[in-house]
């Protein structure tokens, strides 16, 4: 059988965009913003989102294309080396740990959504999500979530992903921006923008390195990279087209979700009186805007638009964690499409109703594990691009582009040379944090 490709660049694009926007932006991104110092962090991460992220995703993008597979087959066949090939299960690992946790928060999310009509949560919004949500019920909702997500890939590339992703972003796109404007009329608003958008030097100064983590796992994570899930997509493109012009666009519409989130979330929140922004923890956020909804005019129907964006931005993620393992299964085990969803339908079942009867592996596998396995993985996808695929990357790069190979260059060098030890250091600092050594001359107060 023929290899699955998408229509066209529009379905690419979106599929694309449609695995990037997600939780990681409406949910992980202010929660983070608000924890690391508001601006600040904006501040730092957008730096990174340029430096790190975007040519990070044009390292998979370029592997995927150049390849036609999945990650494993990828690394394999373009470096002629079983060990490559061992690498690229990496991806496989990814997937599966992200759909793990990912499908429980999808969950809470649906559990919000279904009782918006009728405003069932509305008397006690923190039990239906985070904190003290785990058990039976966030088990049950994660089950509907992944059974949603492997609906979707069950279709294929074109009837499935491509279908659903390309009616999904608008929707969330369009939403997001009646949203805010909505929201702009709430008493509070100004506050919101002020403490979303002030610039707060001292807390970079305080913690830069804890800063410059936070950012480095957030961008990774809410640009998809280092999945692999980004091979896989890319290598559903056969034809000529300029790759860097879509990473770009991808960046740029993740980051527009973002920020947009950010002018949704944080009015709806101080819309509320005595709401506390800053509680930390997961689900703090989306249960200060559950709260919200119950205090406003019309805050059912608000509700339940709010979080039927959050969960079409959330399903048009998971769809592409679930599609990195189907896709290796498909090219590598034989397997039909058919048979590999139900096939890690059913792991993600049992891994995933783990996570959501226990906090402790939920917030180790959204927290530490996440980050360490993507940041592994992008090290290993942006070396290999760089020095092993060498000039066919950069051959790749200008394929269907105006570009002389200057740019191509430029952009070899960063994910060739300046990429991999930072990526190597967050790592490392990583790794001391966990295992409790405090390296206190490294607080640089720049
Ligand atoms: N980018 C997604 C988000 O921001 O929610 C999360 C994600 C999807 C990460 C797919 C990694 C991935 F492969
Ligand atoms: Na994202």
């Not at 993008?61 to 390849?67: L, P």
């Amino acid at each position: 059988m023929a290899r699955e490709s998408w229509t066209g660049r529009i379905g690419f694009v979106l599929a694309a965009a449609g695995s990037a926007v997600g939780l990681g932006n409406l949910w992980r991104f202010p929660w983070m913003t608000a924890e690391n110092g508001g601006s600040a962090f904006l501040l730092v991460y957008l730096g990174i989102v340029l430096a790190v992220g975007v040519p990070g995703l044009l390292a998979e993008f370029v592997i995927g294309r150049r390849s036609q597979k999945s990650p494993v087959g990828a690394l394999r066949d373009l470096s002629g080396s079983r060990n490559w090939g061992h690498v690229g299960l990496l991806s496989v690992v990814a997937g599966l740990v992200l759909l793990s946790f990912y499908s429980v928060v999808g969950g809470w999310i649906l559990r919000y959504l279904v009782a918006s009509p009728t405003g069932a949560y509305f008397d006690n919004p923190g039990a239906y999500f985070g904190a003290i949500s785990f058990g039976p019920t966030a088990a049950a909702f994660h089950v509907l979530f992944l059974a949603l997500t492997a609906g979707v890939v069950y279709g294929g590339v074109r009837d499935g992903i491509e279908r659903a992703t390309t009616v999904m972003m608008p929707i969330v796109f369009l939403a997001l921006i009646g949203l805010s404007v909505w929201v702009s009329g709430l008493s509070g608003a100004s506050e919101a923008y002020t403490f979303y958008l002030s610039f707060d030097l001292d807390a970079i100064q305080a913690s830069f390195l804890d800063i410059v983590l936070a950012a480095a796992g957030q961008a990774l994570f809410t640009l998809s990279v280092g999945a692999g899930t980004m091979i896989t997509y890319a290598s559903y493109v056969a034809e000529d087209r300029s790759l860097p012009a879509d990473a770009t666009l991808v960046a740029v519409l993740n980051t527009a979700v973002g920020v947009l989130a950010g002018l949704v979330v944080f009015p709806l929140l101080f819309s509320t009186p005595g709401a506390d922004v800053e509680t930390s923890g997961p689900g703090a956020l989306f249960v200060g805007v559950a709260r919200a909804f119950s205090e406003l005019p019309v805050g059912r129907l608000a509700a339940f638009g709010f979080f039927a964006v959050v969960a079409l931005a959330a399903l048009s993620s998971s769809i592409s964690m679930l599609e990195i393992v189907v896709a290796y299964l498909v090219d590598e085990r034989d397997r039909s499409r058919q048979e590999a969803v139900v096939g890690v339908g059913a792991v993600v079942l049992v891994t995933g109703t783990a996570s959501a009867f226990t906090p402790e592996l939920f917030e180790a596998l959204a927290g530490p594990v996440v980050d360490f396995v993507l940041t592994t993985g992008l090290f290993a996808f942006v070396v290999f691009a760089a020095w092993v695929l060498g000039g066919d990357a950069i051959d790749e790069f200008v394929r269907g582009t105006q570009f002389s190979s200057g740019l191509a260059d430029a952009w070899r060098l960063l994910v060739g040379v300046v990429i991999p030890p930072f990526l190597a250091f967050t790592l490392l600092v990583g790794v001391f944090e966990l295992l409790g050594v405090t390296l206190p001359s490294w607080q640089l107060g720049l």
